[in-house]
């Protein structure tokens, strides 16, 4: 599906690092493989993916190097309709994650390799914020963003400040990976202040807890969980509109994921989707974060919108790799009709 790059004024505008992901072949382990699948990713790049292919104009903004590697993802990005003319060159090597399919005994592993990527040794100046977050309506990012090195931290806070003096409407996903935060500052040092002015907030129970020792009751259900952490969080993120979470539970075999949404003040919950299989669940939680945003920019209702967001993060697991390749005709039918083996034909 062949889309063109978006002209004129853009609705959502990303940032973050711009990944290649290996992926071992088959079910086998890293020990055992001999082949790997490349997909290209980035969590910010994978909300841009489904946002464009939604019909939403979008632009991608990240460092990479000038290499073949780097063009191929970027071309990638723009079959989609993901506007990447603010992507800036340089540096030696494309950020590397790779990964090993869990199953139901077992969970995924994942292993990066991004020190020293072109992104990570990004510098502030090097991004022209002000050209590149002129007319556009939100701004998204994530705390991956901030976790690789202090300079791309720097580069984020410089970004964050041109957008609140734009009026740029601020999203963030929190985003915690533990495996990341390795150049000698703890996550909880650097992102309360980053996440200051953020509007528009995809946050998990854990994530709150590392950024801000935000604890809720274990023993509580998730949607009273999810009530006392957004109370909490409002204290520490002033101009917070809406707050949103996805949830994973396992029944045996079978796979429930659900939504919760806070939307100025008030709180709606998702119905929950069962998955018989999960094919990859890595880009679940991005495809989510895409799905709120579109309801947002199409002004649905709040229980439209979450009910939009976890049909995207569920039908994300039944696709291989980090993007969802979805429809919106897709979307709304599994929110009628749910899971489905049917042929359509």
């Known amino acids: 599906m062949m889309m063109s790059p978006v002209n004129g004024p853009v609705q959502v505008t990303a940032f973050g690092e711009f990944l290649m992901r290996l992926h071992c072949g088959g079910s086998q382990r890293f020990l055992q493989t001999r ?18 292919r939604l019909g939403i ?55 990066y390799d991004r020190t020293g990527s072109s992104y990570a040794s990004l510098q502030p100046g090097m991004i022209n914020w002000q050209r590149v977050l002129n007319d556009t309506r939100y701004f998204h990012w994530s705390g991956v963003a901030a976790a690789v090195s202090q300079s791309a931290a720097d580069v984020c806070a410089e970004a964050l400040t041109v957008a609140k003096e734009k009026g740029v409407i601020i999203s963030a ?35 709150a807890a590392v950024y801000f020792g ?67 669940q890595i880009g679940s939680g991005d495809a989510f974060t895409a799905g709120m945003l579109y309801g947002l920019l199409h002004g649905y209702e709040p229980a439209a919108t979450i009910a939009f967001a976890t049909a995207c993060g569920a039908l994300k697991q039944s696709i291989p790799g980090d993007w969802a390749m979805l429809t919106k005709q897709e979307v709304e039918q599994f929110i009628q009709m749910g899971a489905s083996a049917r042929i359509i034909r």
Not at 36 to 52: I, K
């Open 173 to 207: 996903d929190l985003n915690y990976r533990s495996t990341l935060w390795k150049y000698g500052k703890k996550a909880g040092d650097i992102m309360p202040a980053l996440l200051q002015n953020s509007e528009v907030v995809v946050a998990d129970l854990d994530a």
């Open 57 to 111: 104009s979008t632009s991608y903004v990240t460092r990479v190097p000038d290499n073949d590697l780097a063009l191929a993802g970027l071309a990638q990005l723009k079959s989609h309709g993901v506007a990447v003319n603010h992507v800036v060159f340089g540096g030696e090597r494309l950020g590397l994650y790779f990964t090993e399919p869990g199953n139901h005994i077992r969970p995924t592993r994942v292993i």
């Open 35 to 52: 082949e790997y699948t490349v997909y290209y990713a980035g969590a910010e790049a994978n909300v841009c993916v489904l946002l464009s």
């Open 214 to 280: 935000i604890s809720t009751d274990a023993n509580a259900s998730l949607e009273d969980r999810f009530k006392q952490c957004a109370e909490a969080l409002q204290k520490y993120l002033p101009r917070l509109k809406t707050l949103a979470m996805s949830f994973r539970k396992t029944d045996g075999t079978i796979h429930e994921y659900s939504g919760a949404l806070m939307h100025n003040g008030r709180y709606y919950f998702s119905a929950a989707h069962r998955l018989p299989l999960v094919t990859d």
